[in-house]
């Protein structure tokens, strides 16, 4: 300022000051006012708040406060790690939506799982699945590295597993030999410990809901890893079953109480635990199994042998010179014990455990729970109340 204008300035009346000042004053508030907004603002979009889409059947709201130790991934870097969700890039799609592999800017190799908009999932398996999942930590468990929420769009970032899941081994006939005995074992173990560790020994307690060959996923050393847990449950104390009015899961795998009641617990898992051990050893799977002496099932079908005593001739033509008989028999009387038809008789998760790795004597089983002819597993079970709809539908 110009001595000469300040000197004006000085000369000014008090009254005058006083305004000038408190034009200044009221200035500078407003200018830190709209800082502090814009800050919050900036904050919010950072970690967002999920809405209600109209177009899922089971949105409702949820904060992402409970995701504040999970990494925020942009909607930007997600695109660019995949490509722009390359079709080139897409490396599986389950019910969820498509999967995606992609690379990050640390060059970072994971699995981008996008909810498409066709998709029976939505905001409550999105949440389920994050916060479960988030708190879990466990060698036969996939790792969930961060989650996006851009708009309708939602993506979950996992661990990229090389070798994609089982069933495109298992059932495959070109690749299915590339298992031989001693890694179908391996993986038998690592699935027991992986569910019993959801059951008993993790701070949640877990019921999976929906263990099947395509939700193991198979790292570089052949390691199994549970994955996709949208359709699990919390359980607390000794609270270990509940009932629904909406079944959903897989054909094949789900336990009959389940199917054609709605009751849940943790013997659910250990029926589809049983299923999964016989298909390792079989290499076929259970729905849509065939035989042209009987109209059974592939648990019928095992029951059958394992009546005759010719249990050894489930096992798949491939693994017959890597195959350990006592180790394949004692696979198969296990996975008979799993899927008996009645809850009580099943074992838990941790007998399981100790019954594969001892060499004492097993229990006989009972009758399985498997259906001839056109099984009920074949339709949708659809209930007559009009607040819901009991629809099983494959994932």
Request: charged letters at 25%; aromatic letters at 8%.
């Amino acid at each position: 300022m110009a001595v000469s204008e300040l000197a004006g300035f000085l000369n000014l009346s008090t009254n005058k000051k006083k305004r000038a000042l408190t034009m200044i004053l009221s200035v500078s508030s407003c200018m830190l006012l709209l800082s502090a907004v814009a800050y919050a603002f900036a904050c919010k979009k950072k970690r967002p708040h999920m809405k209600k889409r109209g177009s899922r059947k089971h949105d409702s709201d949820f904060s992402t406060e409970d995701l504040d130790e999970l990494p925020f991934f942009s909607l930007n870097s997600i695109a660019k790690a995949t490509d722009g969700f390359s079709i080139n890039n897409k490396i599986g799609e389950g019910g969820f939506g498509p999967v995606y592999k992609g690379v990050l800017e640390d060059g970072k190799e994971v699995a981008v799982k996008r909810l498409s908009e066709t998709s029976h999932q939505g905001v409550d398996e999105f949440k389920n699945e994050v916060i479960l999942i988030a708190k879990l930590q466990h060698r036969n468990l996939v790792k969930l590295l961060g989650y996006c929420i851009h708009g309708d769009e939602m993506i979950l970032i996992y661990e990229y597993m090389v070798n994609g899941s089982l069933d495109s081994f298992l059932f495959d006939e070109t690749r299915n030999s590339m298992l031989d005995w001693p890694q179908r074992f391996r993986i038998i173990h690592g699935m027991a410990r992986g569910i019993l560790y959801l059951h008993q020994d993790s701070r949640l307690q877990i019921i999976h809901r929906d263990l099947k060959a395509g939700n193991i996923l198979l790292d570089d050393d052949m390691n199994p890893k549970i994955s996709d847990f949208g359709l699990a449950r919390k359980f607390v104390g000794f609270d270990t079953s509940a009932k629904t009015k909406k079944v959903v899961g897989t054909y094949g795998y789900i336990s009959p109480e389940y199917a054609m009641h709605g009751r849940f617990s943790i013997k659910s898992d250990v029926f589809s635990f049983g299923v999964l051990v016989l298909e390792i050893v079989s290499g076929r799977k259970n729905q849509g199994f065939s035989h042209k002496d009987h109209s059974d099932n592939l648990l019928g079908h095992a029951w059958r042998l394992f009546k005759e005593n010719k249990s050894i001739e489930l096992v798949s033509a491939c693994l017959r010179e890597s195959c350990i008989e006592s180790e394949v028999l004692r696979s198969i009387h296990v996975g008979l014990l799993c899927v008996q038809h009645n809850v009580e008789d099943r074992p838990t998760m941790l007998s399981v455990v100790l019954m594969l790795i001892s060499e004492g004597v097993l229990p006989q089983p009972k009758q399985p729970a498997f259906f001839t002819g056109e099984s009920s597993a074949e339709h949708s079970v659809i209930s007559t109340d009009e607040y819901m709809i009991t629809l099983p539908y494959a994932r």
